[in-house]
């Protein structure tokens, strides 16, 4: 779901960029010194997930994890995909270095999201069969919300580019229930190994 270079306006790239500063200035404020492996792990995975490119019509689809990070991570999302997507585009020039801000705002934000949505519904829907509904909620809103969010820079850059953007959001449902199913498992598996992982 990476925006490439030529792509979007001066303005959205300005505001994604100074977005993105603000998200992960907030995510290493409220990183703990103890989660940094945490944080490297899973900016790994997301790292790892997003080079799998699956055929689906015309383009391609990939896992973003974006949804699991947040779940796991909260703010800290916000380094954690930077770190991952600023790789990406130096090392396979996936995305881009002038879009860099707008992706990781797109992807990091959405899994910020979807850790407030996680939360709340573990709170209503306790026991373990509600934190498994809310962990997959909060992996499929990850998904959602990235691509809201990727479409409407491309919408707000130019209005050719509407089709566009509601193609790349239509090719991601099914992406939504398969990262919905990966954080649903991860997060049954966390909590019986390291429940500690799941108190932000």
Same mark, same amino acid.
């Given at each position: 779901?990476?925006?490439?270079?030529?792509?979007?306006? !001066? #303005?959205? =790239?300005?505001?994604? /960029?100074?977005? &993105?500063? *603000?998200?992960?200035?907030? @995510? $290493?404020?409220? +990183?703990?010194?103890?989660?940094?492996?945490?944080?490297?792990?899973?900016?790994?995975?997301?790292?790892?997930?997003?080079?799998?490119?699956?055929?689906?019509?015309?383009?391609?689809?990939?896992?973003?994890?974006?949804?699991?990070?947040?779940?796991?991570?909260?703010?800290?999302?916000? !380094? #954690?995909? =930077?770190?991952?997507? /600023?790789?990406? &585009?130096? *090392?396979?020039?996936?995305? @881009? $270095?002038?879009? +860099?801000?707008?992706?990781?705002?797109?992807?990091?934000?959405?899994?910020?999201?979807?850790?407030?949505?996680?939360?709340?519904?573990?709170?209503?829907?306790?026991?373990?069969?509600?934190?498994?509904?809310?962990?997959?909620?909060?992996?499929?809103?990850?998904?959602?919300?990235?691509?809201?969010?990727?479409?409407?820079?491309? /919408?707000?850059?130019?209005?050719?580019?509407?089709?566009?953007?509601?193609?790349?959001?239509?090719?991601?449902?099914?992406?939504?229930?398969?990262?919905?199913?990966?954080?649903?498992?991860?997060?049954?598996?966390?909590?019986?190994?390291?429940?500690?992982?799941?108190?932000?």
């Amino acid at each position: 779901m990476h925006v490439s270079e030529g792509v979007l306006s !001066p #303005a959205v =790239l300005g505001t994604g /960029a100074a977005l &993105a500063a *603000l998200g992960t200035a907030v @995510g $290493l404020r409220r +990183l703990d010194y103890d989660r940094l492996m945490t944080v490297a792990l899973l900016s790994a995975a997301f790292f790892v997930g997003s080079l799998v490119h699956i055929p689906v019509g015309l383009g391609s689809v990939h896992l973003i994890l974006n949804g699991l990070l947040g779940v796991l991570l909260g703010w800290a999302a916000f !380094p #954690a995909i =930077l770190a991952a997507l /600023a790789l990406q &585009a130096l *090392l396979f020039q996936y995305g @881009g $270095l002038t879009v +860099l801000g707008v992706n990781t705002f797109n992807m990091a934000f959405s899994g910020v999201l979807s850790a407030y949505v996680y939360r709340a519904l573990a709170r209503f829907l306790p026991g373990p069969r509600g934190r498994k509904a809310a962990a997959f909620c909060g992996g499929a809103l990850g998904v959602a919300l990235a691509g809201l969010f990727t479409a409407a820079a491309m /919408a707000f850059s130019d209005e050719g580019f509407l089709v566009a953007a509601k193609l790349l959001f239509l090719a991601h449902l099914p992406v939504m229930v398969v990262e919905g199913l990966i954080t649903l498992f991860t997060v049954a598996f966390i909590a019986r190994v390291r429940p500690e992982m799941l108190r932000l």
